[in-house]
């Protein structure tokens, strides 16, 4: 996220903030509740290079969230619950779903801990090749590769050549290509073959990185054990869904359900799209996953969830819960679904 666009995020927000409007806004933009998005949850590093500092919160914040949505009077529910208060339609507390994307070895460490003690349900979506070790964690091996090393040297279509990494300016702006690079291939196979070749150039071992970062199968079956926790599904090789066939696409979503439920006795009904913006996931990654059967799918599309969403259960929206931006107001605002109506221009409010 670059510095002028965090800077007018932080400003909207504060805005909205202090200016009360958020405030006004609530019962007309709120909905009935919203489905929040976690991914790291660790302590803050002090590297002055992190690009994906967006996808991390401190074990501190995650407890302060949980304590001021139970102290003004939110429902902390599972995703099952949540589905049945979409669907049965009734009138109800507003509510709150924590979900955690990708399956962390820090999510047991620190997020766990917290999670049990204030007796809060989550749901964690597993990419099952992650479980595996098997997983190549592409944004987080360029985080690396460009962290560790003075310059890069990455031959691709277009462009490529020598790449500085030599101070903290340089490692910003070539991560910013690389990534975009990465995320403009044509397709999955695309951008699995340029992300091997980045780490290779880079000396990042993709095995290994996945290995450190995420929980194997028995720390799952740990968790899973939990009354507390609900496993979804988030594909097998946490693939961008729209950048593969529907036929892959399927198999994807069908065969991390099969996996998960082979390895942990729980077979999935709710899933993530990896990414889940706009160009990862559309209309055809909804319709696969309602014909797979998933009770709910969701989305990284901003938004809270209103009564609508009973009809569109597999493109249900959530709402980020950013490391850059980790404020209790700032989560206030978010909630109130008023940023959401700013971002829409007052249109298609209820629509994932």
Request: glycine fraction near 10%; aromatic fraction near 8%.
């Amino acid at each position: 996220m670059t510095g002028i666009r965090q800077a007018a995020i932080r400003a909207t927000l504060e805005t909205l903030y202090f200016s009360g409007a958020h405030r006004l806004a609530r019962p007309f933009l709120a909905g009935m509740g919203a489905i929040l998005t976690f991914h790291h949850v660790r302590p803050p590093r002090t590297d002055a290079f992190q690009p994906n500092r967006h996808l991390e919160v401190s074990p501190g914040f995650l407890d302060e969230v949980i304590a001021a949505l139970r102290r003004v009077g939110v429902d902390i529910v599972s995703i099952d619950e949540a589905h049945r208060r979409l669907t049965e339609g009734r009138r109800s507390r507003r509510f709150v779903v924590l979900t955690f994307d990708d399956g962390y070895r820090d999510n047991r460490t620190f997020a766990w801990p917290v999670l049990e003690r204030h007796q809060a349900p989550f749901t964690l979506y597993v990419a099952s090749a992650f479980a595996e070790g098997g997983g190549g964690l592409w944004w987080l091996m360029l985080e690396e590769a460009v962290a560790r090393n003075d310059r890069i040297e990455v031959e691709f279509a277009g462009g490529g050549g020598l790449f500085d990494c030599s101070h903290l300016r340089a490692k910003t702006e070539t991560f910013g290509t690389l990534y975009r690079y990465l995320r403009q291939c044509n397709d999955q196979a695309g951008l699995d073959r340029a992300a091997r070749e980045i780490a290779a150039a880079g000396g990042v071992d993709l095995a290994a990185q996945c290995v450190e970062l995420c929980m194997g199968w028995d720390e799952l079956s740990h968790l899973a054990g939990s009354p507390l926790a609900t496993i979804g599904a988030h594909t097998v090789n946490h693939v961008i869904l729209s950048k593969v066939s529907d036929t892959a696409a399927r198999r994807e979503m069908a065969a991390s359900v099969d996996r998960i439920d082979e390895a942990l006795g729980v077979r999935p009904r709710h899933l993530a799209y990896p990414v889940g913006d706009p160009s990862s996931a559309g209309r055809r990654e909804f319709a696969i996953a309602a014909e797979l059967g998933f009770r709910t799918a969701v989305t990284t599309r901003p938004g809270v969830l209103f009564a609508e969403h009973a009809d569109q259960l597999t493109a249900l929206p959530r709402i980020s819960v950013n490391g850059d931006f980790q404020r209790l107001r700032y989560l206030d605002v978010l909630l109130s679904g008023a940023p959401t109506a700013l971002m829409s221009g007052l249109e298609g409010l209820r629509a994932a």
